[in-house]
Structure formats: C-alpha cells, structure tokens
C-alpha cells in the first residue's frame, strides 16, 4: 500500500472518530464514497498483507460502529464488492492474526444489517461463505455478545415493568450483571472436580433468568432449561440424566421438590436459592452467590466453538419421561 493510501485511511479514520454529528449529509455521503472505493482498492491489491494495513482497517471498521454510520453504510456498499472483500478475508482467514480475525468479525456484523440482506435476498452463494467465515474466526456467542455491548453500551436492553415505574438495563449495566454472574458460577462449578459443567434452571422467567442464562451462554457453560411446573419424578429424571452439579431454583415451592428427591440426584451439589433461604449446607441464597463474584478471573478452560452445546431445553414430560 501506498502513503497516499495510508494517508487518505487515516483521513477517513479520523472522520469517523469525530461521529456521525460532526459531518454534513453531503460529507457523510462523500465519506461513504470514499470508504468503498479504499475497500475496492483493498480487494483488488491485496492490501491487508502488513500489520499496519491491518489496523488501518480494524480501525476503520471499528469506526463504523461507534460513529453510527454502519447502517448507511451497508445501505451504499455494492452487494458484489462486499461478497469479493469477504472472500478476499476467507482467503487470510487460517492466519492466526488477532487483527485479521477481528476485520471478520465486523464484516460479519455488517453483513447483519437488513438493508444489506435485502439486496442478497435469496443469493445462495453468500451461505458457505458466511458459514466458512464463522467457523475459521470463532464467531460465537460470547464475541456476538461483546460485539454488542461495545456496540451499542448505553442504549437499552431491557425493560422491566414494577408497579407504577420502570426500571431499564443498558447493554453496558448488563454486562457488568452478566460479568459478575459469571464469576460466581465460574467459583462454585470450577471448586467441584469432574468435566461435566452443566447448570440446571428451574425458574420461572424473571431478569434474573435472562442474566444467568446470558452468563452461561458467553462462558460456554451449558444450562439444562426445567419447566418451572416440573414435578419432583421429571425433575429427579432430568437432573440425573444432564448430572448437574449447580441448579438455580426460584423459591421454598420449587426447594420442596428438590427435597423429595435430593437422595437420588447423585451429581447435584449445590442450589441457589433466588428467593429466601434454607437451613441445608447444599443450598445457598442469591445473595450468598452473588458474594461469590470476584475480580480475579477463576480458572475457565472450556473454550466455546461454533458447534458447541449452548442449552437444554426440556419438554413438560406430559406423555413420558421430559426430552431435552
């Protein structure tokens, strides 16, 4: 690549830092023009072949997301230069290169947008090459997850309705439950031996289900999904066929099964408790487990790859033993 090159990207690069409300329509109009024929230029020279090119990029892509210009983006990028560009990252995909895997990342997430998908509507070619660029950059959940919050932090996740007032949850304040959350279940389950990480919910929905699942989902823990109206025969079946060692239970109600059926489910060690406490030394409060967080990281060694198990999801068991 060329200083002019290098020159005209770090000149773009230093628009998108400024955000999407320093430019004038006709500018931004102007940098998307530009930011499209440096990506042509790219493709066509092979340009991302050195660490700097690499980071020019990463930076520019990472620039499209926090200047809010991403959409626009993908509504103004030629289907065909795109599709060359993710072939072109196929290509380079089998290096270990943080970098390269990161620019993948992003094209990924700019492929999602809905005014690019529907100019490739029912393109069947984009399919292996979505796919391929998943599996060689480890596209998983825990990344999508991230993606987002860096994304998108202060904008509104959830919404939780209490009486007369609402409560919200940015992406930010999410992670930081989820992270936390995390790390407690990382405590409890990495403190019992054996491989088998599976956690049983038996809950009713709840934001704290929501966290906890989302804590599961981006450490690579499986969480086994009871129906809440479960009785203690399905529950004892399915806690002995996942072997959970961890379960969640909602309150004293769902606890009452768990004690009938404590003797026969050999692999459960602990439950936590959501609501209340109890006097057994195997159950433990939410408080208790929310205490449990810390900021040193504990010791995780699952790594999660595309077509890893994520969850359970049992059935209510109405005509035979629950499936998951």
């Excluded at 006709?26 to 990506?39: A, F, K, M, Q, T």
């Excluded at 490739?120 to 993606?147: G, P």
Aim: glycine share 4%.
């Amino acid at each position: 690549m060329s200083n002019v090159s290098n020159s005209s990207l770090a000149e773009l690069n230093e628009k998108l830092l400024a955000g999407k409300a320093s430019l004038e329509n006709n500018e931004i109009g102007d940098l998307l023009i530009n930011l499209r024929i440096e990506l042509s230029r790219a493709v066509s020279d092979k340009h991302l072949n050195s660490e700097d090119e690499l980071k020019n990029w990463q930076n520019i892509f990472n620039g499209l997301f926090s200047s809010e210009l991403a959409n626009q983006f993908m509504e103004s990028m030629d289907k065909d230069l795109f599709f060359s560009f993710g072939e072109y990252l196929n290509s380079l995909s089998n290096q270990s290169n943080e970098k390269i895997i990161s620019i993948i990342h992003n094209f990924l997430n700019l492929f999602r947008y809905s005014s690019f998908l529907q100019k490739i509507y029912d393109e069947r070619k984009w399919d292996n090459l979505i796919h391929t660029l998943i599996v060689q950059s480890n596209y998983t959940f825990d990344v999508l997850f991230n993606q987002r919050v860096d994304q998108y932090k202060k904008k509104n996740l959830f919404r939780i309705i209490k009486d007369d007032h609402t409560i919200d949850y940015n992406w930010q304040k999410t992670s930081e439950i989820v992270s936390s959350y995390r790390s407690a279940i990382n405590h409890i389950l990495f403190e019992i031996s054996g491989e088998n990480k599976i956690v049983g919910f038996l809950l009713e929905n709840s934001l704290e289900m929501v966290m906890l699942d989302l804590a599961c989902l981006t450490s690579g823990i499986v969480n086994a999904m009871i129906p809440a109206n479960s009785v203690s025969e399905h529950l004892s079946f399915i806690l002995n066929q996942t072997r959970a060692q961890l379960l969640f239970a909602d309150d004293e109600k769902q606890l009452a099964k768990i004690r009938s059926i404590k003797k026969e489910t050999l692999h459960l060690k602990t439950v936590v408790m959501l609501k209340g406490n109890a006097s057994e030394d195997w159950v433990i409060s939410f408080e208790e487990f929310k205490a449990m967080a810390s900021d040193h990281k504990i010791k995780n060694d699952i790594h999660i790859k595309p077509n890893s198990l994520a969850t359970l999801m049992y059935t209510s068991g109405k005509l035979a033993n629950p499936k998951g």
